[in-house]
């Protein structure tokens, strides 16, 4: 970056850019840094130049195209991400309030309508037409991409691109489904899968509200996350034999008022560890593949236990910049490991084999 003036900043913008790119979507994907050009911003758009991205279980599942929805190839997408963090370096012709320097964040959905009830009432992330980054719209393993300047969110000094960038999809989903749930201060908050990059976030804001955390997950690197994070248990479900009873236990020897589930594979005991708690609460967040999970009870045990089960998906704007104002405040640490470009194909891999504690951050600016 040059300046020419002191309040304006100039970039040479490239004509290629280093991006991820899925190949042979489906079951044996694979990702390979490629070049590729970089897009002219439609006039009511921003181009960014991208500092840093998350790794998300999402990104996997697009790739893999097990999810019901079409897969990215329908839309000619190449580029999966949806948590990325970086610099406006040019902007359309008729944007208003972005100028080139700002730093914005992209995030799950890269549009929405604006102009349906849904929209209207603040439950965008439910837009019947809105656009998902890294499916239908080029996603943020791309070092530069276009975002609707209205639908862009602006990152506050104070808060670092590794930590921005997953705030645009973890930090804001968990946010999001923490205040769906009701949950109040005080009460007891089951992480099912704590330790990985989303949960982990949901810790962080539960403690940061003044709820109280129990993470279940396996291993030290997690367990030391978990409770350096804010957790204040944390069950191993290697070693421990009765997992519900021991959440039970931990929780008044009654039963956790909500269960926020991430992991997928939780959804089977996510119910269990209510245990006898009235009105308790089942948050599902983690989307397993298409036709594999359901969750459910006796009716009678939702009526005589007042249970709700209730479904939430990713954060709203205001989501995104709530959680972005408590990391401005401290409260939202950083929970990644930064890697260079050239690390990215092997990390998605690892990440699908489930050998991520916490979340993996890709420098664009570190080959």
């Known amino acids: 970056m040059t300046s020419t003036e002191k309040s ?23 990702v390979e840094i490629q070049m590729v050009p970089v897009p002219e911003p439609g006039p009511d758009e921003v181009l960014l130049k991208l500092n840093a991205t998350g790794l998300c279980m999402s990104d996997v599942h697009f790739m893999l195209n097990d999810w019901a929805v079409p897969p990215m190839s329908t839309f000619n997408i190449r580029c999966a991400g949806h948590e990325g963090a970086g610099v406006v370096v040019k902007v359309g012709s008729e944007v208003k309030g972005w100028k080139v320097g700002d730093r914005g964040g992209v995030k799950p959905l890269w549009d929405v ?38 639908y862009t969110s602006p990152i506050p000094d104070g808060v ?12 804001s989903t968990m946010h999001r489904a923490l205040i769906d749930s009701g949950l109040k201060a005080g009460q007891w908050v089951v992480f099912p899968g704590g330790g990985g990059g989303v ?47 021991e959440v039970i236990k931990i929780a008044d020897g009654i039963g956790a008022h909500g269960v926020v589930v991430t ?28 036709g594999t999970t359901t969750i459910g009870a006796d009716p009678s045990h ?36 930064v890697r260079p ?27």
């Open 160 to 171: 670092s691109d590794e930590i921005a960038g997953p705030i645009m999809c973890s930090a």
């Open 8 to 30: 304006t900043p100039h970039f040479d913008i490239p004509k290629e850019c280093k991006a991820g790119v899925v190949v042979n979507e489906g079951p044996d994907f694979r």
């Open 199 to 245: 949960g982990i976030q949901g810790v962080q804001l539960a403690k940061a509200m003044g709820m109280r955390p129990i993470v279940i997950d396996s291993g030290s690197a997690k367990r030391k996350l978990a409770l350096d994070m804010g957790a204040e248990e944390f069950v191993d479900f290697r070693e421990v034999k009765e997992v519900a009873a």
């Open 113 to 150: 309508c604006g102009q349906c009830e849904l929209c209207w009432d603040g439950k965008e992330n439910y837009c019947q037409k809105a656009v998902y980054t890294g499916l239908a719209a080029t996603g943020t393993y791309q070092q530069y991409i276009t975002s609707p300047a209205k």
């Open 341 to 367: 470009m050239s690390a990215m194909p092997e990390s998605i891999q690892q990440l699908r084999r489930g050998e991520v504690a916490g979340r993996i951050v890709i420098d664009f600016n570190q080959d």
């Open 263 to 290: 992991a997928i594979q939780a959804y089977n005991d996510a119910i269990s560890y209510v245990g006898g708690r009235i009105s308790g609460r089942v948050m599902c967040v983690g989307l397993p593949p298409a």
């Open 302 to 337: 939702f009526a005589f236990k007042n249970l709700h089960v209730i479904g939430t998906l990713v954060g709203t704007m205001r989501d995104t910049q709530a959680a972005l104002e408590y990391a401005r405040r401290g409260l939202l640490k950083q929970i990644c490991e």
